[in-house]
């Protein structure tokens, strides 16, 4: 299987790296730090209060877990850009995992939804457990779901079930099935889309929503969201009043 350069998710060598084995997992709640790729990120090491990711003075350098320290309290989720950490716990009937998830309307516990393996395609059912949404999570919420135990190390999302639109773009109210038939009739970049949906033509120009865009264009399409090119960002990228417009700079 190609790796995550080529078809946006790991490959089965990437994997065997990065998971933990299987007495770890039944040990209790672990990170799974499912990040490939050499880039300037270190957010994961500032956020662990364990001190069990390192990333060091290289901040290219690939986060390592000392699984030994790892308490799977779950900060580290939130604070990955990449959205490229989870945690698992197999120690129970069950496993729970713990996942940062973006779309709204967000889930409730007790939801039943369809759990997602990584590429996207139904892996079976999973149940919501909790759905954090803390003021510390910086905006992402991290939910938990409960899941057969031989499904641990294969979902790493879900599907609401019964809900008529996930909206991507809240400014315009574009939901995710509008953006996934644009990709599918032909627009191959956010700034195709966003001419065919008018998402990212709001208030916030796309803050919210460009990087659910580019993982939407990306699962249709097998790139790797870093490969989708970006759409223009045009100022203001945040809300203000028209006063502090028509103001200008002060003389002095």
Known sequence: ???????????????????????RLAQGPVAVIECVQSIPCNPCEKACPFGAITVGDDITALPALDRAKC??????ISRCPGLAIFVVDASGDEATIMLPYEYLPLPAAG?????????????????????????????????????PRK???IVRNFRPRGRDAIYICRCNEVSEAEIRQAVREGARTVAAVKLATRAGM??????????????????ETGQHPA?????????????????TLAGGEDDE
Do not use: F, H, W
């Not at 308490?71 to 580290?76: F, H, Y």
């Open 202 to 219: 709001g208030l916030c120009q796309g803050r919210t929503c460009r990087r659910l865009v580019s993982r939407i264009i990306a699962e």
């Open 71 to 76: 308490k799977g309290c779950g900060l580290c």
């Open 111 to 147: 939801d039943v939804v369809d759990a997602l393996d990584r590429s996207g395609k139904p892996a079976g059912t999973a149940r919501v457990l909790k759905v954090n949404t803390a003021a510390g999570l910086e905006g992402t919420a991290v939910v938990t779901l409960a899941v």
């Open 1 to 23: 299987m190609p790796g995550v350069k080529y078809s946006g998710r790991l490959s089965d060598a990437e994997l065997a790296a990065v998971l933990p084995p299987a007495e």
């Open 151 to 153: 499904l641990a190390d």
């Open 227 to 243: 490969e989708v090119l970006p759409a223009t960002a045009r100022p203001p990228v945040r809300t203000l009043p028209l006063g």
